[in-house]
């Protein structure tokens, strides 16, 4: 991507449906302009109906139907099938026999192990560490609710703008609660005197918080010092 567009391999969705490609076409220009119209009207002053970011949207949109949408050689077409034929064969041996392909910690290779690996590794790093508990029951949307209501609280005493209620609302149909996700660490440890070595297996713990709720709280909680006071009322009224 660094090399910039030429360097990718255009219409790299030749193989679905025209109808899968619009929805793609239409999903990424979104994307694009959700994140390029805010920063233009909050840094730059703009209006949202100014010409350049309609002129730019125009023109995004243009090109990603270029790039979608772009002849391919009969090379690349030859490829594109392989590849998909690849995947869906792998995709279809790892659902088949329970295993999971992961990329390594920082070292970036595969790792191809079996389920029940993975769980009784992380078992044993639960009972070790006592770090992490198993929930009965599922607590998200009553957590919703209530930054729902305190936020909405916030904006009704002016401690907040509309802007930044609006930024840090939770939307119901895309929140998610955080999870606990292991990533395998490979070591490797070499016998002495001996031209060979062992790949031991570990497990990293992170907490993947991404579309929670309190993601987009966190942002203000440690960018602005007068709002730290507040969102510590937040969590603690959550939690």
Excluded at 72 to 101: D, V
Aim: with cysteine; aromatic share 14%.
């Amino acid at each position: 991507m660094i090399s910039g567009p030429s360097y990718i391999r255009p219409n790299q969705s030749y193989l679905y449906s025209y109808e899968h490609q619009q929805k793609q076409i239409k999903k990424e220009h979104k994307n694009i302009m959700n994140i390029v119209t805010p920063y233009l009207i909050r840094v730059y002053h703009m209006s949202n109906t100014s010409t350049i970011i309609k002129q730019f949207s125009q023109q995004l949109e243009t090109y990603l139907h270029q790039r979608y949408t772009a002849p391919l050689s009969y090379l690349n077409i030859y490829r594109a099938r392989r590849e998909l034929k690849l995947m869906k064969s792998i995709q279809f041996r790892l659902k088949k026999e329970n295993y999971i392909l992961r990329v390594t910690d920082k070292s970036g290779i595969f790792h191809l192990g079996h389920s029940k690996d993975y769980e009784r590794k992380a078992e044993a790093y639960r009972q070790k560490t006592s770090a992490y508990i198993e929930l009965e029951i599922n607590p998200l949307w009553t957590v919703f609710d209530k930054v729902v209501h305190l936020l909405n609280d916030l904006r009704s005493k002016k401690h907040i703008r509309v802007w930044q209620l609006n930024k840090m609302m939770p939307k119901r149909d895309k929140v998610s609660l955080a999870y606990l996700y292991f990533i395998p660490k490979p070591h490797k440890v070499n016998s002495t005197g001996l031209l060979f070595s062992l790949l031991l297996l570990f497990i990293l713990p992170h907490v993947i918080g991404r579309n929670t709720i309190k993601t987009h709280c966190l942002f203000y909680e440690y960018t602005n010092n007068w709002y730290f006071e507040i969102f510590r009322s937040i969590n603690s009224a959550i939690i």
